[in-house]
């Protein structure tokens, strides 16, 4: 088993910050990447930034230059600046490993004056 917490997400007003925070536990073992998807109100999943074991770093368009992924042994970060309302989504941490796919349950960030 594989657990993903998030934490991190809140109401923030356009331009603002907010910072998400990922935790994996459990039976991890060669994760190749890790990484942050959203899914808006009546849309797709859809990926926002994810991080290889390598470094190699992979942003949605709409994001490049705003959010920022990092990672640290079995946690993954997601730095959002300059935020925009259409940000606004649950947040879902995913993991990929040998094993398979992971997900967490999601945190809410909404982006709204």
């Known amino acids: 088993q594989v657990q993903l917490v998030e934490s991190g997400g809140g109401l923030v007003q356009p331009g603002g910050s907010l910072r998400l925070s990922c935790v994996a536990s459990g039976r991890l073992f060669r994760i190749s990447s890790m990484g942050w998807f959203r899914q808006p109100p009546g849309k797709q999943r859809e990926l926002v930034a994810a991080i290889t074991s390598g470094g190699t770093t992979t942003y949605a368009d709409s994001v490049k230059g705003r959010f920022t992924i990092s990672r640290d042994k079995n946690m993954v970060y997601l730095q959002m600046n300059s935020l925009k309302p259409e940000d606004t989504s649950v947040y879902y941490c995913?993991?990929?490993?040998?094993?398979?796919?992971?997900w967490g349950q999601g945190t809410q960030v909404t982006v709204s004056s």
């Open positions: 995913h993991v990929k490993q040998i094993f398979g796919d992971y």
